[in-house]
């Protein structure tokens, strides 16, 4: 893959990833990341693609006999597991700073499996630190010239959005080509 390309991935994912965060952050409760751990599937896995995706993000995890499905059993135990990692001080509940703690050790997983790969990526000397030289430049000017719906010279923040709605769109694309539903 081209450094340029690289590049351009890992802008395009920084900004999807803020923008997550940001959408999130507006969203009230109940809103974009399913039930919970309490209701619908377990946390994250309510309703529509977001909460497939976890589903299958968790599928080895839930599939306790690893016989490649899961049952109504094993989907309640990984919800039990789940809380009682959660419980904090075991009393059979889960407070505001509980549950905090959970999702914020979830999210550190998450972030550090990623800053793992990234630096897999873009560590080109293996010295297990990034230069300013291996660091990405950012798209060219090629390629914002192609995001550039309007042909300002500047890429406004509906621009923006609709390139990630795009980018969202080849990728349900491609799964769907390899069978990845």
Do not use: C, Y
């Amino acid at each position: 893959m081209q450094k340029s390309t690289k590049t351009a991935l890992v802008i395009l994912s920084v900004a999807g990833a803020l923008f997550a965060t940001a959408t999130l952050a507006q969203m009230g409760p109940g809103e974009g990341m399913g039930q919970g751990m309490g209701g619908g599937m377990g946390e994250g896995m309510g309703d529509g693609m977001r909460g497939g995706q976890m589903l299958m993000d968790q599928f080895d995890a839930i599939d306790a006999d690893k016989d490649g499905k899961i049952t109504p059993a094993e989907l309640a135990a990984h919800r039990q597991a789940r809380f009682t990692a959660a419980d904090a001080n075991a009393d059979g509940k889960l407070d505001a700073d509980e549950l905090t703690a959970f999702h914020t050790a979830q999210m550190a997983e998450r972030m550090a499996t990623r800053t793992g790969r990234m630096m897999q990526w873009l560590d080109a000397n293996g010295d297990g630190a990034l230069s300013a030289d291996e660091m990405p430049d950012g798209p060219s000017a090629e390629r914002l010239a192609r995001l550039d719906a309007d042909g300002d010279g500047a890429i406004s923040k509906e621009e923006a959005q609709a390139a990630m709605e795009r980018m969202g769109e080849h990728r349900k694309h491609r799964k769907g080509m390899m069978g990845n539903n």
